[in-house]
């Protein structure tokens, strides 16, 4: 059974940072590209960021690249996303999502369809 465990999200005042981390297991993390998504509720979830299995490559949305980074560490099955400068429009439920057995670094990842597993997601919360 696959699980994704997120944890790190939290109130934050705008400028500052977190470091949201996804935990996973059932599925061979290291053959996996994982990817991170946001939603506000009455809106669509839409993607954060992207990192491929061997973390050789990382794709990003328009409004965080440059103030996100997605890292992971395949020794502890764990993709982190660290979010500096806090904007008050980062407020979201962000999820962490799996995509096994897809080596690519393409659009593919930036499509919340192509991932097959997800966490329940973790609240941020950004104050003005």
């Known amino acids: 059974q696959v699980q994704l465990v997120e944890s790190g999200g939290g109130l934050v005042q705008a400028g500052g940072s977190l470091r949201l981390s996804c935990a996973a297991s059932g599925l061979t993390f290291s053959s996996s590209a994982m990817g991170w998504f946001r939603q506000v509720p009455g809106n669509e979830r839409e993607f954060v960021a992207a990192?491929?299995?061997?973390?050789?490559?990382?794709n990003y949305a328009g409004s965080v690249k440059g103030r996100f980074t997605i890292s992971r560490d395949n020794a502890k099955n764990t993709v982190y996303l660290r979010m500096n400068s806090l904007k008050p429009e980062d407020t979201a439920v962000y999820y962490c999502?799996?995509?096994?057995?897809?080596?690519?670094?393409?659009?593919?990842?930036?499509?919340?369809?192509?991932?097959?597993?997800w966490g329940q997601g973790t609240q941020v919360t950004v104050s003005s």
């Open positions: 999502a799996a995509f096994p057995g897809y080596s690519g670094s393409g659009s593919r990842l930036y499509d919340r369809h192509e991932y097959h597993y």
């Open positions: 990192i491929t299995w061997s973390g050789g490559s990382t």
